[in-house]
């Protein structure tokens, strides 16, 4: 499922938006997606719970506050596993007591990947991420991805089988349907 150039000018969640709900969304592309009020492709608000696994966010940007690609807002929370978020700004943000997880994931972007503020949380492991995290098995190193708009590794990547194994089932698979867990 491709979710892209949409626009909702108040509301925020140009893509998805959640309020007082739960949802899973898996093995999705979000693009150029914009919103009024955060979350330009995803927004869980108002105690709402998300799940994110094996999707790909890129270029989803607008204006203020500039969270763009996963938002957690008043009270929700958000699992996001295996999922690569490109050019956005405020990649990831928990804001109002909200709060994130976040493993095996890479997440290059345009500011601040990882932004927290009031009482919010965002606890990642095992992911690639562009200005750093102390999270364990994190790394910054560059992902090798193979060129413009192609986000696929390359051989050699830091990113290949570096994951933990323990936060995916072994049935799995990538968005060009290859299985995550090789060997």
Known sequence: NVIRNNDTASTGGGGVYLNHGSAEIVRCIFYGNDAGDGGRAVKAY??????????????????????????????SNATITNCTFIGNNKTISAVYWSHIVLTNSIVRGTGNNLYTSVDSTITSSYCNIQDGDAGEGNTSADPLFVGAGDFRLLPGSPCIDTGANSAVSADIFDLDSYPRIVG
Do not use: E
């Open 46 to 75: 108002h105690h709402s719970n998300i799940t994110v696994r094996q999707c790909l966010f890129y270029d989803n940007l607008g204006g203020w506050p500039g969270y763009d690609g996963v938002c957690c807002w008043n009270t």
